[in-house]
């Protein structure tokens, strides 16, 4: 079978055409692929690029996430809807590692996506997850000021999304592969700094998510190397997979 581009002709012009967002503001490309494909793929891209200087041992690491939502589900319901406009809250920690934590919002403009981000300490993260977050109105910080309004309005924590990362870099178009393998959730916020959780697969059968990112354009080099044969870009949030238990 012909092998489908993962970015057609017509989507690579669009994608280099001067953006009239910040320069903090990405292209995002995913696709669900099985093992076997992750297996190539992975072994082509080790040959390429370098991983990500955070990397263990065997180039991967652990990202655990806490994600916040509405309690109609706000977030949750647009992404569903592709709505074109829309943001989500996490608190994220890597590894096993919990004294460095991070408080994020991830947003899509157009298709376009962008994330800030600020460091939470652990103890500042606890008081969060007990319902105290007035500490976060006088911080000066304004993600953590929009964060504490929002908590105001009946934000709270959802699910863990946990998984195994192999990121790969490269330069040129500021881009960044990643292989994120084993999805898995936990359903309680109150085990978010447990590194021993047994956390409940999400994929069934089981597959890894690829996503590309990078900024203005994506140089040919990567175009090429991370094609997979009859797959297409496709919406596919790792939050929305891990809400299935719910």
Do not use: W
Not at 119 to 144: H, I, N, Q, W
Not at 147 to 166: H, N, W
Not at 222 to 244: F, G, I, N, T, W
């Amino acid at each position: 079978m012909t092998a489908v581009p993962l970015i057609t002709t017509a989507a690579h012009r669009i994608m280099t055409t001067e953006s009239k967002y910040n320069a903090a503001v990405r292209h995002e490309l995913k696709h669900r692929i099985s093992p076997a494909e992750d297996l190539v793929l992975a072994q082509r891209l080790r040959k390429l690029f370098p991983h990500d200087k955070n990397a263990g041992p065997d180039g991967s690491y652990r990202v655990t996430s806490l994600y916040f939502d509405t309690p109609y589900d706000r977030a949750y319901r647009e992404k569903m809807s592709g709505v074109d406009r829309r943001e989500k809250f996490r608190l994220r920690y890597y590894g096993t590692d919990t004294s460095f934590i991070r408080l994020e919002k991830k947003f899509k403009i157009n298709g376009l996506c962008g994330k800030r981000k600020v460091r939470l300490e652990k103890e500042k993260v606890k008081l969060l997850l007990t319902g105290d977050y007035d500490f976060m109105a006088d911080s000066g910080e304004p993600l953590l000021v929009e964060f504490y309004s929002k908590l105001k309005r009946g934000m709270e924590p959802k699910t863990i999304v946990c998984y195994d990362r192999e990121a790969f870099c490269y330069a040129p178009g500021n881009v960044r592969v990643t292989l994120d393998r084993n999805l898995r959730t936990g359903l309680s916020s109150v085990d978010f700094f447990n590194t021993d959780l047994y956390h409940v697969s999400v994929m069934d059968p089981p597959c890894t998510v690829l996503e590309v990112k990078f900024d203005r354009f994506l140089p040919e080099t990567v175009r090429m190397a991370v094609q997979v044969p009859d797959r297409r870009a496709e919406a596919c949030s790792k939050y929305v997979l891990c809400r299935r238990f719910d």
